[in-house]
């Protein structure tokens, strides 16, 4: 079955910090893979997203590498703002038997940027 | 326009109330979906429908009833739930159910039942 591990958080920075945040996963065939944040009191939203090996997902200044060799998609960004706090979700979606079209999602991490 | 929109923003129920949540997209988007989310949890699927019609039920408890009026409208319908059935209900809709496509995610429904 498909499945997506998320680095443990919480995780706390300060402003302007680099942040990452490491994602790795299972799949049954060749899946294509997201980051969604949520922000407190809402639903959420797709940052980005990467279909194939090799491709870079970018938004707001994230980055996340689709990196077939070490089923890995790890979150980046070089200068974190206090507005970026919120939980980031890993996730990956795979076609063909019960899983077509199904979002598998990671366990989440919170991330808190302090002034 | 890439929204979805739900209503209520807040429900309160009693175990004995029917009440219903709504989800509406205007994307021409083919796949819509219902999530269940606890408090720091991901989201767990509960209903896919595809084409408006239901392709995924994750055994879902039957006291939860979705419907697809049409392309533009998702609707969870409830009855004699649970108080453990207390959490954000959201909705979300993608192109179609490819892999390649994103889901487009509601603001969700904070259901509370009393």
């Known amino acids: 079955g498909n499945s997506v591990t998320q680095m443990e958080g919480p995780v706390t920075l300060s402003e302007e910090a680099f942040l990452t945040i490491n994602c790795t996963y299972t799949a049954t065939g060749y899946p294509s893979l997201f980051w969604y944040v949520q922000y407190p009191g809402e639903g959420l939203q797709l940052l980005l997203k990467?279909?194939?090996?090799?491709d870079k997902g970018s938004n707001k200044g994230f980055e996340a590498t689709y990196r077939k060799e070490t089923t890995s998609f790890h979150l980046e960004k070089g200068s974190v703002q206090v507005s970026d706090s919120a939980v980031y979700f890993c996730?990956?979606?795979?076609?063909?038997?019960?899983?077509?079209?199904?979002?598998?999602f990671g366990q989440g991490t919170i991330l808190t940027v302090h002034p | 326009d890439t929204e979805v929109t739900q209503t209520p923003k807040h429900l309160v129920m009693g175990m004995t109330n029917k009440k219903s949540l709504k989800c509406e997209q205007h994307?021409?988007?083919?796949?819509m979906y219902w999530y269940k989310q606890k408090a720091k949890k991901p989201p767990e699927l509960m209903f896919v429908?595809?084409?408006?019609?239901?392709?995924i039920n994750e055994s879902v408890p039957s006291r939860f009833s979705p419907e697809c009026p049409n392309s533009s409208l998702l609707n969870l319908h409830l009855h004699a739930l649970q108080p453990e059935d207390s959490a954000l209900y959201l909705c979300a809709s993608s192109q179609d159910r490819d892999r390649t496509y994103e889901q487009y995610f509601g603001p969700g429904t904070r259901l509370t039942v009393t």
């Open positions: 429908y595809s084409y408006e019609k239901l392709s």
């Open positions: 996730a990956l979606s795979t076609m063909g038997g019960t899983s077509y079209g199904k979002l598998t």
């Open positions: 990467a279909t194939k090996a090799d």
């Open positions: 994307m021409g988007h083919r796949a």
